[in-house]
C-alpha cells in the first residue's frame, strides 16, 4: 500500500521539495525558510559556466545531503553511486535499492530519490508489485504520474544513482542549536569558501562571488545552454534569497531574540538580492529565447549580477559578525 499524504512540496529546489514531502509523511512539517535556511541552500551561490540548471546541486550528495538530514533532525541511510564497473553493475544496483526501499515502506518510511521522471529528485512513497515499479511524487505532479519501473532508476547518461531514506528522528537534536550552525556557516557559503575536506570545485562550475561573474560572462558570450537557463537559475536564487530572509527573521523570532536587531539588517540584506534576483529573471523569460541576443538586456543584467556581487560582499560581513556571537563557547580548562 502506497504511504498516505506524501506529496512533493513544490519547490525551486527539488531536494527541499522532496525532503519537506518526505518529513510530512513523518510527522514533521518543515517550512520552506526552515528548509532552505538549516541546509545552508538559501545563502550558498553556484552557476555552471552555461547556466546549465544541473550546476545548481551541490556535489558529494552523499555526504552534503547526510549532514542536511541531520540538520533537520533526521537521521539517514544514502547512497551515490556516478559510475558503473561493468554494464551489469547499474543493475544490481538497482536490485539492491529495490530491496532497500521495499523494506523501509513497509515501516512506514519514504525515499528520496534522484532521476525519477527526470534529473531532479523526487519521493518513493509506495511500491507496484505488478508492474515492479516505484509509486512516485515528483515536480511533475498532475503532468507525469505513472510509476517509474525500478530499472529506471537513476540516470545511465551521466550515470547518476543517488536514495536517501530519512530513518528516523535524532535523539537529543536541538532545532536551536541547528539553526546557529547553519548562521555560522552562512558568511563562508556567501564567499564560496569550500571546507577542507570538500571536493575541487570542478572548472565548469563557479561559486560564491565568482558564480556572479561567470553568470555575466555566459549572458556576454551567448553561452546558455539549455536557453530556459538562465530564467531557471535566477528564480532558483529568488526563492533561495527570499527564504533566507524568512529564515533570518524566523531565528530572530523563536532562538535568537537577542540577536534580532543584526537579524533584521541581515533579513532586508537578503531581500535587496532577491529582488535584484527578481528584475534579472524578468529581463530573459523562459518562453522568450531570442531575450538572450538582446544587448540592452545583457548589459541591463551584467549591472544587476555586479550589483548582486557587491550585496552578497555585504551580506557576507554581517553575517560573519553575528557568527562571532554565535561561537559556541570555550571548552572548560581541566585544573591543575
Same mark, same amino acid.
Given at each position: 500500500m502506497p504511504l498516505d499524504d506524501v506529496r512533493f512540496e513544490p519547490s525551486m529546489d527539488s531536494f527541499v521539495g522532496a525532503a519537506q514531502g518526505a518529513l510530512r509523511a513523518m510527522g514533521e512539517e518543515l517550512p520552506a525558510d526552515a528548509a532552505w535556511g538549516l541546509s545552508g541552500l538559501a545563502f550558498g551561490a553556484q552557476v555552471h559556466?552555461?547556466? !546549465?540548471?544541473?550546476?545548481?546541486?551541490?556535489?558529494?550528495w552523499d555526504v552534503t545531503y547526510t549532514k542536511v538530514m541531520e540538520r533537520f533532525g533526521y537521521g539517514c541511510i544514502a547512497g551515490l553511486r556516478d559510475f558503473f564497473y561493468t554494464e551489469d553493475d547499474i543493475s544490481l544496483l538497482r536490485s539492491g535499492w529495490m530491496r532497500n526501499i521495499r523494506k523501509h515502506l513497509?515501516?512506514?518510511?519514504? !525515499?528520496?530519490?534522484?532521476?525519477?521522471?527526470?534529473?531532479?529528485?523526487?519521493?518513493? +512513497?509506495?511500491?507496484?508489485? /505488478? $508492474?515492479?515499479?516505484?509509486?512516485?511524487?515528483?515536480?511533475? /505532479?498532475? +503532468? $507525469?504520474? #505513472?510509476?517509474? +519501473?525500478?530499472?529506471?532508476?537513476?540516470?545511465?547518461?551521466?550515470?547518476?544513482?543517488?536514495?536517501?531514506?530519512?530513518?528516523?528522528?535524532l535523539s537529543k537534536y536541538d532545532r536551536a542549536a541547528a539553526a546557529r550552525e547553519a548562521l555560522r556557516e552562512a558568511p563562508a557559503l556567501l564567499a564560496g569558501k569550500q571546507a577542507e575536506d570538500a571536493p575541487p570545485?570542478?572548472?565548469?562550475?563557479?561559486?560564491?562571488?565568482?558564480?556572479? #561573474?561567470?553568470?555575466?560572462?555566459?549572458l556576454e558570450a551567448r553561452r546558455v545552454t539549455p536557453p530556459w537557463g538562465a530564467a531557471y537559475t535566477a528564480a532558483y536564487y529568488v526563492e533561495a534569497r527570499t527564504n533566507a530572509a524568512a529564515f533570518l527573521r524566523r531565528a530572530a523570532k523563536a532562538w535568537l531574540p537577542q540577536l534580532a536587531p543584526g537579524?533584521?539588517? !541581515? !533579513?532586508l540584506d537578503m531581500d535587496r538580492q532577491a529582488r535584484g534576483l527578481e528584475a534579472l529573471a524578468g529581463l530573459f523569460p523562459v518562453r522568450e529565447p531570442e531575450a538572450l541576443e538582446n544587448p540592452g538586456r545583457i548589459a541591463e543584467a551584467r549591472k544587476l549580477?555586479?550589483?548582486?556581487?557587491?550585496e552578497m560582499a555585504v551580506s557576507q560581513r554581517r553575517l560573519e559578525r553575528l557568527g562571532q556571537q554565535l561561537a559556541p563557547p570555550p571548552e572548560p580548562t581541566k585544573e591543575a
Amino acid at each position: 500500500m502506497p504511504l498516505d499524504d506524501v506529496r512533493f512540496e513544490p519547490s525551486m529546489d527539488s531536494f527541499v521539495g522532496a525532503a519537506q514531502g518526505a518529513l510530512r509523511a513523518m510527522g514533521e512539517e518543515l517550512p520552506a525558510d526552515a528548509a532552505w535556511g538549516l541546509s545552508g541552500l538559501a545563502f550558498g551561490a553556484q552557476v555552471h559556466r552555461t547556466l !546549465a540548471p544541473e550546476g545548481l546541486f551541490p556535489r558529494a550528495w552523499d555526504v552534503t545531503y547526510t549532514k542536511v538530514m541531520e540538520r533537520f533532525g533526521y537521521g539517514c541511510i544514502a547512497g551515490l553511486r556516478d559510475f558503473f564497473y561493468t554494464e551489469d553493475d547499474i543493475s544490481l544496483l538497482r536490485s539492491g535499492w529495490m530491496r532497500n526501499i521495499r523494506k523501509h515502506l513497509d515501516e512506514g518510511l519514504p !525515499a528520496i530519490a534522484f532521476g525519477l521522471h527526470g534529473p531532479a529528485f523526487g519521493i518513493v +512513497h509506495g511500491f507496484d508489485e /505488478d $508492474k515492479e515499479a516505484y509509486l512516485v511524487s515528483t515536480r511533475f /505532479d498532475g +503532468h $507525469k504520474d #505513472e510509476p517509474v +519501473h525500478v530499472n529506471d532508476l537513476g540516470l545511465v547518461d551521466p550515470p547518476r544513482v543517488f536514495v536517501l531514506i530519512p530513518t528516523g528522528s535524532l535523539s537529543k537534536y536541538d532545532r536551536a542549536a541547528a539553526a546557529r550552525e547553519a548562521l555560522r556557516e552562512a558568511p563562508a557559503l556567501l564567499a564560496g569558501k569550500q571546507a577542507e575536506d570538500a571536493p575541487p570545485v570542478p572548472p565548469d562550475l563557479a561559486v560564491g562571488p565568482d558564480a556572479c #561573474e561567470a553568470w555575466a560572462a555566459a549572458l556576454e558570450a551567448r553561452r546558455v545552454t539549455p536557453p530556459w537557463g538562465a530564467a531557471y537559475t535566477a528564480a532558483y536564487y529568488v526563492e533561495a534569497r527570499t527564504n533566507a530572509a524568512a529564515f533570518l527573521r524566523r531565528a530572530a523570532k523563536a532562538w535568537l531574540p537577542q540577536l534580532a536587531p543584526g537579524l533584521e539588517e !541581515a !533579513a532586508l540584506d537578503m531581500d535587496r538580492q532577491a529582488r535584484g534576483l527578481e528584475a534579472l529573471a524578468g529581463l530573459f523569460p523562459v518562453r522568450e529565447p531570442e531575450a538572450l541576443e538582446n544587448p540592452g538586456r545583457i548589459a541591463e543584467a551584467r549591472k544587476l549580477l555586479n550589483g548582486l556581487r557587491a550585496e552578497m560582499a555585504v551580506s557576507q560581513r554581517r553575517l560573519e559578525r553575528l557568527g562571532q556571537q554565535l561561537a559556541p563557547p570555550p571548552e572548560p580548562t581541566k585544573e591543575a
